[in-house]
Every structure is written in C-alpha cells, then in structure tokens.
C-alpha cells in the first residue's frame, strides 16, 4: 500500500500516547522529593526503601513463584490443547473444548475470579498459594494455546510424516521433530502467561487468602492510598525486567530464524 | 497410512493429549460457572461462606428445585442502581471501542504502509507497552491526571491555565476513558494491523488506475477487506471492558457506575455472595451475544 505523509505523524502520535505516560513514570521513580510534581533532584533512595520494605518484597517473592509455576503448567497444558485442536480432526465435545479456549481471553476478569472462588469454597479447599497459581494456570494455557496453535497451522509435516515412515514412534517423533520445531511459539507463550501473572490483580484478589498476597494486591492496596514514589521505584524495576525480556526474546527468536534459514539453505545445496 | 499421518500421537498418549487439558478446563473454567449460577439463587447468610447451600448433597434434587429462588434476580431488577450499572458500563464500552477505532485504525493502517523492513519493529513497539503491567499503566495516569498532577504543571506552564487553575478530569469519567483507551490500545491495532497487512495493494492500484478517488478507495475497498480485523479488535476490547474494575477504580469519580466495581463492592464491601453472584450471571448474559461473535470470528479465522 501507498504510504501518505501523514503516517509518520499518525505513528509518532500514538507511539507518544503510549510511551510517554510509563517513561515520566520512570523518571519520577528517580526524584528527591516526595511530590510527584517537584522535581527534587536525582536520588535513589525510593529504591532503597522499597529494599527495605518487607511486605513488598515477600508479595514481590510470591508474585515471581506464581507466574513461573503457573506459566511452567500453563504452557504444557497449553501446548496439549493446541495439538488437540489442530490436530485432532474430531473429537467428542470439540466445539466445546475450542469454546473454553477461547472465552477466557475476553471474559471480564471480575466474572472469572468470583466463579473460580465459589468453586474452591464449594470444594473446601484453603484459599492461598495454589488457588491462586490454578487460576493463574487455567488462563495461561488458553493463551499458550492460541500462540501454539497459530505456529501449527502454519507447520511443514512432511518432516514429521518422514520420521514416521522411518518408523520414529509418534511420542518420540513428537518430541525428536514437533516439538523443536514449535519451540519459538511455546517460549513465546510462555513468557505471555508469566507477564499475564505477573499483571493480574483481579483473579489474583478473589482467589488469594492469607499468606499469599501478590504484588499487584500489595501495589493496588498502596495505589488506593495515593501516589508515591516508592510505587514508582518497583514500578520501574517490573518494567526493566519485563522490557529486557522480551526484546532478549525478541533477539534470540531472529538469530534462530538465521540459522534454521541458513541450515535449510545448507541442507538444500547439500542435496543439489 | 493416512490415520497415522493425520494423528501422530496415535495410541494411548493420542487421547491423553485431549483429556488432560479438557478435564482441566471442565473443572476450573466450566464448572465455576455452574457454581456461580447456583450459588445465585441462594439466600444471603451470616456465616462462612456467607451463604446458604442451595444443594445440600445429590439426594436433595427434588428440594432443589422448590427451593430456588429468584430473589437477588428480582432484587437487581427492582434496584436501579444495578441497572444503571449495567446501561453505564455497557455505554462506557461503546464509546471506548468508538474512540479506540477512531485512534487504533490510523495507527494500524500507518503501520500497514509502512516499509516492510519497519514493520516488526513496529509491531514490537505496539506490543511492548503491553507487556508492563495494567495496573502500572492506569498508576501512571493517575500522577499525570490529579488535580495537581503534571498537566496541571504543564498547562500552566504554557499558560493554558492561571497560577490558581487545575484540570478536573482525576476521577470523572474523561478519566476512565483515558485509562481505558491507552490500556486497550495494543489490542485494538494488532487485530486491525494484522487485517490491514494482509490485503493485496495491488486492489488499491487497480482502484487508482481506474480513476477512483483515494478517499472512496478507502471506504470502498480497504474498510470492508478490514472488516474482521475490525469486529476482532473491537470484541476483544468491548467484552472486557464491560467488566472492567480497576480503570474505574483507581481513575472514576463516585459517579462512574460500572458493572465491574459494583460486582467488587458487593463481593468484597458488602460480603453479599449470593448477589454479587447474580450480578456476574447477568452481566454473563448480557456480554453473552458479543463473546458469540468473537468465538466465530476467531474459528473462521482459523
């Protein structure tokens, strides 16, 4: 499509809505003064303090257990489902099982998060650590599995069918050929899910109990409070991590395309 | 062997694959809501759970039918603060997806144009934000928007507003829509985007070639091609955001009504399980035809 000149515009516009609201936020976390109107010089010591702060470090410790345990199961559980539907032609229920898929993504999280809590009171279990890391799990896989799914469709099978007719058993040939193969997208949902954990303050809030406060619940019940720059400091740090993760990702995904790219490139020369 | 082509994971492991996360979504996705519909029809009660059990074992079928009751259901019809929730958030959505449209189509359709060595990197930066949380994103507002927050600095500064004056948007529904609007931003463009880049120019070309007007050619040809993109973006952003509690939490006046907040007030403030209960099932039922057409939309994707 033609370009017009005011594209540029358009973009640097939206990408200024976007971004300059999480950088002042970022600056902020770096000002002397505890007004966040004032700029009070460059300091640190909001970073200290929240060092020091106890109960935001076990929600912060907390918080990265979840997000790992719950993104860990939500990925095979994810990757499971996205065989089922791209591979399963049929199967009783499927129209079901596809509809459970996809509704969590767009479900109001409030609605989620009361229904999961009424089913962990009507089975007598204690609210904490691992009511919350379930629900967390139960989105994270429909997420994984809408990543997977898509890398599937879009798959060669003839290398698989090939390992199949040199007799490689289905299990193995899943995890020999299938599975390295949709390696980037299974990362890729992983790493989604662990963000999505990370975030969730709703579904966290309904299903958690005592003991297990997450860093959002820590950060909202502050927030309600009023600004401060202490929430800014971890605010930043969240957004560091989050930014260096993804655009690591981001990297190694490409240098991987290179080398499948040249590997294929090299295969296909050799065969010539 | 075309059976074991088509399934490679053939033998016990084959079924294993299905099962697994099926029983796991039948347990902690379809069967809260069983949960949510039956605890709904129960009574209020001081107790732990502050309900009273509607079914009290699988025996008691026959007591459970005499038993239901509407009353929370006739409670919210009566109460016209609950229906007003319900009409305000769902007025609330439509605006935002309307604003969300009008600001994500532009920056899609920029980006659909652009050279295609950009476009991941664009991409990247639309998805980026994304990543950081929700609740970060709606805190940042908050110190921008105060009344003594940073565009009161700035409009002073540029002399937009007197020494003494101050922008009263902080918890007004201009707010909400703000919040709203930059948090859900990524999730309209990415769906436009991706409908936009897929169309063939060379339709564009032909349009042009033929003398229609570049204006025309838009709503001719380059809309309706985005239609899906379009319906995508826009459920994926109206369904949530009927619900939505901390935007208009944290950023919403006492007169912003949305759904989300009293379903949270009435669960954690009022601790009115059985009623917080019914207010999910209805708002379930409202949203139930848009999350219909996503679920098609995204199979015909597919």
Known sequence: ?272 | MAETATNPNAGPARWLVVAVPYIWLLLFFAAPFLIILKISLSDTAIAMPPYTPVLEGLGALGDFVSQLDFENYTFLMEDPLYIDSYLSSLRMAFISTLLLLLIGYPMALAMARAPTGWRPTLVMMVILPFWTSFLIRVYAWIGILKPEGLLTVLLQAIGLLGPGEQVQIFRTDTAVFIGIVYSYLPFMVLPLYSALEKMDATLLEAANDLGCPPLKAFWRITFPLSLPGVIAGSMICFIPITGEFVIPDLLGGAETLMIGKTLWTEFFGNRDWPLASAVAVLLLLVLVIPIVIFQNQQQKVR
């Open chain 1, 1 to 272: 499509m033609k370009s017009s000149r005011f594209d540029p515009v358009i973009l640097t516009l939206g990408f200024a809505f976007l971004y300059i609201p999480i950088i002042i936020l970022v600056i902020y976390s770096f000002n002397a003064s505890r007004l966040v109107t004032v700029w009070g010089g460059f300091s640190l010591q909001w970073y200290s303090a929240m060092w020091s702060n106890e109960g935001l470090m076990d929600a912060a410790w907390v918080t990265a257990r979840v997000a790992i345990l719950s993104a860990t199961i939500g990925t095979v559980l994810g990757t499971m489902a996205a065989l089922s539907l791209v591979r399963y032609a049929r199967f009783p229920g499927k129209t079901l099982f596809s509809g459970m898929i996809y509704a969590p993504l767009v479900m109001p999280e409030v609605i989620t998060g009361l229904s999961l809590l009424l089913l962990f009171v009507a089975l007598n279990v204690d609210r904490g650590f691992w009511t919350v890391t379930i629900a967390h799990t139960t989105f994270s896989m429909c997420y994984v599995a809408i990543v997977v799914q898509s890398r599937l469709l879009t798959f060669d099978r003839s290398l698989e069918e090939a390992a199949q007719d040199l007799g490689c058993p289905p299990v193995k040939t899943f995890f020999r050929i299938t599975l390295p193969l949709i390696m980037p997208a299974v990362v890729a949902g992983w790493m989604l899910a662990f963000t999505l954990s990370l975030d969730d303050l709703v579904i966290a809030s309904f299903t958690t109990g005592p003991g297990a406060t997450t860093l959002p619940i820590k950060i909202y019940s502050q927030v309600r409070l009023g600004v401060t720059p202490e929430i800014n400091a971890i605010c930043t740090i969240l957004i560091g991590l989050v930014t260096i993760g993804v655009i690591a990702a981001s990297i190694t995904s490409k240098r991987a395309e290179l080398r499948r790219i040249r590997d294929e490139h090299v295969a296909l020369r050799g065969a010539a």
